[in-house]
Nanobody, 123 residues
Framework: VQLQASGGGLVQPGGSLRLSCAVSGRTFSPGIMGWFRQAPGKEREFVAA????????RYSDSVQGRFTISRNNAKSTVYLQMNSLKPEDTAVYYCAGSTDLSISSDNARYDSWGQGTLVTVSS
């Protein structure tokens, strides 16, 4: 299985970016897809997750109301729409997949990880 994240870049504070995560491979069908991020010198933290079947979502408090996670099952792709970006959102963003049946913010519950895409919010 492969998770391919893309869409990162440099954006000014208040701007928007949309990240994409494409899932490929026949032997792994994650029921839950999540986004995590890791800023320099900090631990990896949960951002958002979605159930591919029900569409249920969960967000961290720091991004609630600004970020939106969505999925296109036909394209095996999950998106993270990030609005009103702040400098503290600067990090490498990783997508991850879990075979669990329920959404978790615990990165240990995720079985497969993408390579990460860098988001820099700066003027």
């Amino acid at each position: 299985v492969q998770l391919q994240a893309s869409g990162g870049g440099l954006v000014q504070p208040g701007g928007s970016l949309r990240l994409s995560c494409a899932v490929s491979g026949r032997t792994f069908s994650p029921g839950i897809m999540g986004w995590f991020r890791q800023a320099p010198g900090k631990e990896r933290e949960f951002v958002a997750a979605i159930s591919r079947s029900s569409g249920s979502t969960r967000y961290s408090d720091s991004v609630q109301g600004r970020f939106t996670i969505s999925r296109n099952n036909a394209k095996s792709t999950v998106y993270l729409q990030m609005n009103s970006l702040k400098p503290e959102d600067t990090a490498v963003y990783y997508c991850a997949g879990s075979t669990d049946l329920s959404i978790s913010s615990d990165n240990a519950r995720y079985d497969s990880w993408g390579q990460g895409t860098l988001v820099t919010v700066s003027s």
